[in-house]
């Protein structure tokens, strides 16, 4: 282990009991799989501040601004080290204002929303599926934040508390 660092963001919106989701396509780290309807790399300028690379890589990908969205919070944030990095991923979640379109177009990928109950048919990447699962059954429920760490069985998931 090297001690490189990759850190990403990703943003799952809401509207109703659906959310919406990116199939993308061509990603340097990510292809093929459903994800979040936007995310991505931190830019050397955010590296403390998740939010900011967040709402940056929403509106280049959906061309949303912060004041389209309400109730924006950071629900996960996971570890899975692979390919000979750690890989630090911040979960994001936010309602999409009823006055927006939720007909939305990405540069990345086809979106497509989905009900909460269907996503276990669908293909995603290692930690997202397991922090979906455990939004669906218990994070959806409460606004706290998790923690998950990742193994070759599972993510452990811990609330993440401020003392």
């Known amino acids: 282990m090297t001690g490189k660092l990759r850190n ?40 403390n501040d998740a939010k900011a690379c967040v709402l940056r890589e929403m509106n280049e990908e959906l061309g949303l601004r912060e004041d389209n969205i ?21 979960y994001f979640f936010a309602i999409l204002k009823d006055e927006v379109s939720d007909d939305l177009v990405s540069n990345e990928g086809e979106l497509k929303w989905f009900s909460l109950n269907k996503l276990d048919e669908l293909e995603m990447p290692y930690t997202a599926r397991y922090v979906m699962n455990h939004y669906c059954s218990i994070g959806q429920y409460s606004d706290k934040i998790y923690t998950g760490v990742a193994n070759e069985n599972e993510v452990i998931f811990l609330e993440l508390p401020e003392f």
């Open 8 to 47: 990403m963001t990703s943003i799952y919106l809401l509207k109703d009991d659906k959310v919406l989701l990116l199939f993308r396509k061509g990603g340097r780290v990510v292809s093929d799989v459903w994800t979040g309807s936007a995310g991505g790399h931190f830019e050397e300028f955010e590296l």
């Open 70 to 90: 309400r109730n924006l919070s950071l629900r996960y944030v996971t570890l899975r080290r692979t390919k000979g990095e750690i890989r630090q991923n911040y």
